[in-house]
């Protein structure tokens, strides 16, 4: 699940697009916004934006900032099932993120 900081003046959306881009070097043809939270109120002040890509087609390869390791991993939602039951996915707010998909998408993974 990609994820970044939004730079001053960039929007959410655009910092999802160019997100997805640099981390995994794919780009969408359709966005829609699954909301924000605030990841831990308690002692945060950022809020977290959930974007959903569609249409994803791979075009480009990863341009990663110093220090960033990340590995690309496409799954079919049977694969990102198991992934979850399994606890290989604990990640929290992509979990949290994953729960908006499935609930627009109507997936039960009970």
């Known amino acids: ?3 970044g900081v939004v730079d ?4 959410p959306r655009e910092t999802a697009v ?11 043809g359709n966005w829609q916004s699954l909301g924000s939270v605030e990841s831990n109120p308690a002692f945060m002040n950022n809020h977290c934006h959930f974007w959903l890509a569609r249409d994803v087609v791979k075009t480009d390869s990863q341009s990663l900032d110093a220090g960033e390791d990340i ?10 099932e198991t992934a979850i039951a399994d606890g290989r996915m604990r990640n929290s707010l992509s979990l949290l993120a994953l729960g908006r998909v ?3 998408r109507g997936i039960d993974l009970s």
């Open 102 to 104: 499935f609930d627009l």
């Open 8 to 11: 001053a003046g960039e929007s």
């Open 18 to 28: 160019r997100e997805l881009l640099e981390e995994t070097g794919y780009t969408a």
């Open 71 to 80: 590995g690309v991993h496409e799954l079919s939602l049977e694969e990102l």
């Open 1 to 3: 699940m990609p994820a």
